[in-house]
């Protein structure tokens, strides 16, 4: 079974190097929305494939750190990144460039990796990410599975190479998320009270 949950943001970006010549060399924001699915083959003490309330942690807090703020891809121009970082507050540094494409690979990548560290106490089942779809705009969008995440000709995913400004980081419920993900600690949902007996 799967389900959906859904996230908006308002982001700002240049994608270099594609043919559309207003994405490729003028900042432009849109309002993004994600649509992470997730799959599962049981469910919890709820009946449920994971709790949507549950998403609303570190899953929300990452993709919210995207929310007014602009993105750029590390390999771009030196001068244009610094430019990023005098003037926006709010500011993600990308191993990738931000194509839709691209947004839809590390979300996946960094859902994922919440959800690996995560201990669930409801008696949830093998929950994993199934896919990943990111609206640009309200005519298009990407939309990821884990193979597309594993392919290294689509680029290197790797936590390290993802950097989030301080503003962003300060405004995530824990300032320390990131680092903890780096560092492959663990996150914990909340403890589930029965009140109808539960077997199993
Ligand atoms: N495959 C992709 N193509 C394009 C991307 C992308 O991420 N992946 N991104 C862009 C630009 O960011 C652009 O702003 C969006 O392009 P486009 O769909 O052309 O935008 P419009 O709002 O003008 O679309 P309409 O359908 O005309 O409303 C370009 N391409």
Redesign the pocket.
């Known amino acids: 079974m799967l389900i959906r949950k859904l996230f908006k943001f308002e982001n700002a ?1 240049i ?1 270099r190097n ?3 010549d ?2 490729r060399r003028s900042i ?1 924001g ?1 309002s993004y929305q994600v649509e992470l699915i997730l799959e599962a083959h049981r469910l919890d003490h709820g009946q449920m494939v994971y709790d949507f309330g549950l998403l609303k942690g570190q899953i929300r807090d990452i993709i919210d750190s995207f929310d007014h703020a602009i993105c750029f891809w590390n390999q771009d121009d030196e001068g244009y990144i610094a430019s990023c970082k005098q003037y926006s507050a709010r500011w993600i540094s990308l191993p990738v460039s ?6 839809s690979r590390f979300f996946f990548f960094l859902a994922d990796t919440i959800l690996r560290q995560t201990i669930t106490h409801n008696g949830e089942g093998d929950v994993t990410v199934h896919s990943v779809i990111v609206h ?5 969008y ?1 939309q990821c599975f884990r193979a597309d995440v594993e392919n290294e000709q689509m680029g290197l995913l790797k936590l390290q190479d993802f950097e989030f400004s301080e503003q962003v980081q300060i405004e995530w419920a824990d300032p320390q998320m990131f680092e903890k993900m780096k560092q492959g600690l663990t996150f914990e949902n909340p403890l589930v009270e029965h009140s109808v007996r539960v077997d199993g």
């Open positions: 970006h994608v594609c043919t559309s207003r994405c432009h849109h931000p194509s839709a494409e691209q947004f640009e705009t309200a005519t298009g990407a």
